[in-house]
């Protein structure tokens, strides 16, 4: 099956600087790749999705690149903000739709 | 729109009883829902696939006489946490798909509910 690695497990920045997680898979047949916001005790959020026909995808402060030769795609939020502090999930999806998550990042930004 | 509600979103019940959740797609229609477990700082794992009109797909290692899945319609399926424990404590999340999307379409997931077995 699939198996999702993601880096780091925590994060740590300044308030306007940039953040960058990253994900490896193992499936090469994984054709989409969603990343979620978790802020505690609530549910996972959609933030950014990406096709495998697609090599980057822009919403406003959020990036998601993705690379199918080496198999791996990263999260990147640019000038982060307090509020961007959560957890961030990445997660591949392969033919019949299941969903692998990463393990996790807390993100946290300091004012 | 998609949105999916999720009930109770906290149950505290004694070792031994019997626990139902409740998952609905409000607005699009779900062939497909899935649930997911949540242990304190760690990832969603998946325990099962519930698909509408069949049998629940379980994950390697879930017990599926212990956490029962019914989809009896296109916008309910329900997990029944049997004889719980207090080992079966944990964040418990559906999620589910629209019917008319393709696989590569985002999930919306329910709210969670927070069980707590004493």
């Known amino acids: 099956g699939e198996n999702v690695e993601q880096h780091p497990s925590t994060l740590s920045v300044q308030e306007g600087d940039s953040a960058v997680i990253k994900c490896t898979y193992s499936d090469s047949a994984s054709n989409y790749f969603p990343w979620y916001k978790q802020e505690l005790g609530k549910r996972p959020q959609l933030i950014i999705d990406i096709r495998s026909n697609v090599g980057e995808k822009k919403d406003q402060r959020i990036a998601v690149t993705l690379n199918k030769t080496a198999k791996h795609f990263s999260l990147h939020i640019t000038e982060t903000q307090p509020e961007d502090s959560a957890v961030y999930f990445c997660a591949a999806v392969t033919g019949y739709s299941t969903l692998t998550f990463g393990k996790g990042t807390m993100l946290l930004v300091s004012p | ?118």
């Open chain 2, 1 to 118: 729109g998609a949105v999916v509600s999720q009930h109770p979103s906290r149950v505290i019940c004694k070792s031994g009883t019997s626990v139902k959740i409740e998952c609905r797609s409000l607005d699009f229609q779900a062939t497909t829902m899935f649930w997911y477990r949540q242990f304190p700082k760690q990832s969603l794992m998946l325990m099962a696939t519930s698909n509408e009109g069949s049998k629940a797909t379980y994950e390697q290692g879930v017990e599926k006489d212990k956490f029962l899945i019914n989809h009896a319609s296109l916008t309910l399926s329900t997990l029944t946490v049997t004889s719980a424990h207090p080992e079966d404590s944990s964040f418990y999340i559906c999620s589910a798909r629209a019917a008319d999307r393709g696989n590569n379409s985002p999930l919306h997931f329910g709210n969670g509910t927070r069980l707590t077995v004493t």
